[in-house]
């Protein structure tokens, strides 16, 4: 979750589950080509001597989905809440979150 948590950039060794989310899904190799893509893929693991600055556990049960109402990140709301009012942002924001809601953006 580099990337979500505001990194430009990020790598995790991919595992056993990432590998059972991709399988099947749209644009994700097939047959004999998923075989080799895993191959290749399982070369990339986390390297035994990683050390780590802090390691942050969630427990995403305990969290509302949330949605985005704009442009980045930063812009979301939980599915319980509510898309503010774009009068109360500054321009870009306000641009976004008319965009979003008017659907031309799509």
Request: hydrophobic share 45%; proline share 7%; aromatic share 8%.
């Given at each position: 979750m580099?990337?979500?948590?505001g990194a430009r950039a990020?790598?995790?060794g991919p595992?056993?589950?990432t590998f059972g989310y991709l399988k099947g899904r749209q644009h994700a190799p097939i047959g004999t080509d998923?075989?080799?893509a895993i191959d290749a893929w399982s070369?990339?693991?986390?390297?035994?001597?990683?050390?780590?600055?802090?390691?942050?556990e969630i427990d995403a049960s305990r969290l509302a989905p949330h949605v985005t109402w704009g442009t980045n990140p930063g812009m979301v709301v939980p599915v319980t809440g509510?898309?503010?009012?774009?009068?109360?942002?500054p321009d870009?924001?306000?641009?976004?979150?008319?965009l979003v809601r008017s659907?031309?953006?799509i």
């Open positions: 580099s990337i979500e948590a990020g790598m995790v595992d056993d589950t998923w075989d080799a070369l990339l693991p986390t390297d035994d001597e990683a050390v780590f600055d802090r390691l942050v509510h898309v503010p009012d774009p009068d109360s942002f870009a924001v306000n641009v976004a979150l008319r659907n031309t953006w």
